[in-house]
């Protein structure tokens, strides 16, 4: 088994996946149906979640993120009508590549945002990925910022950003209206590095990392844009944040990497998936993993320790009753680099990832029965799919 789930500390920090944004930025907002991608307001499960007409995958974006330096982020289109994957629709529509590190991409209403984070830039686009708009993220005085994960509800979207900020976009002007520091006067050493967002019961839930020493979730007011407080909870919440269709908050803490050698046994803490109730902000533990995806009642999940390899699996946990059931093997893969649900079949999409060489994207039954393997960009780190 090739597992490589922290190939170096600094390509661990600029992989991630799945932020859903899927309601309209405008009134007669344009583009094909709603989407879905494992995010920050609902993700998919199969068959009808509507209440009314079945849900009608027409087909998923996927973010290549690209290597660290290599300018090749890229976002492609799977086609669900003729199962073809377009080459790189950015640079098809734009003459020119999206940039360095593709962190995260969110389509809401008509347009689609996606966090360039080498390239410090948010770039706002339309349905053929042909840009409006794109934004620098810098601090006051010019200095590039890393731009990370993101967030939309109520006609806004939230992006996080490594000067410990939490910046909100406007949809109809496209401007940044609003910037918000999440870092207090005389915050403890870990109190920074915010990443991964979800919005739930009208307030933003943000991982505070702390570049791994961070053990934090802060709660942010979304109509006054204030912070409210922040939550401890185990060390590293880092790349993933959900609300799950249930309404709960779920997130991830990678832990300490457990089994360093750097480490006792008794010393280890584990990447662990915590789940936050919205309306009492009471967080508990519930699993050990390292990348989910939630549909209907369950969470299908990827877990690993780079230093403990035989922990490795995959599973699915029933969010109603407990239950685990085992999913995939994960000696298929590579380097796993994350997995998302298509909201109408029910079928996992798996991202197998080696460091510098191009991604395969596995796509199983909701059984974990294996149905095709495409190659995708380099690094595909998210798929939001598109319904009617």
Not at 85 to 108: F, R
Not at 336 to 349: E, F, M, R, T
């Amino acid at each position: 088994m090739k597992l490589n789930w922290c190939k170096l500390a600094i390509m661990a920090l600029a992989l991630g996946v799945f932020t859903a944004c899927s309601e309209d930025d405008e009134p007669n907002g344009e583009g094909p149906g709603t989407e879905t991608g494992g995010g920050d307001d609902t993700t998919g499960g199969s068959g009808d979640n509507t209440g009314g007409e079945p849900v009608v995958s027409l087909g998923a974006y996927v973010l290549n993120t690209g290597n660290w330096g290599g300018n090749d982020a890229g976002i492609q289109f799977l086609d669900f009508q003729t199962g073809e994957l377009s080459e790189d629709l950015y640079a098809a529509a734009n003459g020119e590549g999206l940039g360095d590190l593709g962190q995260d991409l969110c389509v809401y209403g008509s347009k689609i945002y996606v966090t360039v984070s080498g390239s410090s830039k948010v770039v706002i686009m339309d349905r053929k990925c042909k840009v409006l708009k794109s934004i620098p993220v810098a601090t006051e005085d010019g200095t590039p910022v890393e731009p990370r994960y993101m967030a939309a509800c109520e006609g806004k979207v939230y992006f996080t950003a490594y000067d410990g900020t939490v910046s909100r976009i406007d949809t109809t002007s496209m401007a940044i209206d609003g910037k918000l520091n999440l870092i207090d006067a005389g915050a403890q050493t870990g109190y920074d590095h915010p990443e991964a967002i979800t919005s739930a019961n009208g307030k933003l839930y943000v991982n505070i990392s702390g570049y791994s020493k961070g053990k934090w979730l802060a709660v942010v007011d979304a109509a006054s844009f204030t912070k409210l407080k922040d939550i401890e909870v185990m060390l590293n919440p880092y790349t993933q944040c959900i609300t799950a269709e249930d309404g709960y908050v779920y997130f991830v803490s990678n832990g300490n990497y457990a089994g360093s050698p750097s480490l006792t046994p008794d010393q280890y803490i584990y990447g662990t998936m915590q789940r936050l109730d919205p309306e009492t902000d009471q967080v508990e533990q519930v699993c050990h993993a390292t990348y989910i995806a939630n549909a209907g009642d369950k969470m299908y999940i990827l877990y690993s320790e780079y230093y403990l390899p035989e922990v490795a699996r995959a599973y699915v946990r029933d969010l109603k009753t407990g239950a685990d059931s085992e999913f995939i093997d994960m000696a298929d893969l590579q380097s796993a680099n994350g997995l998302a649900v298509d909201p109408a079949s029910g079928d996992v999409y798996v991202f197998d990832a080696p460091y510098g060489a191009a991604s395969d994207v596995h796509v199983y039954g909701a059984d974990g029965t294996l149905k095709r393997t495409f190659e995708a960009g380099m690094s595909t780190s998210k798929m939001v799919f598109v319904t009617k």
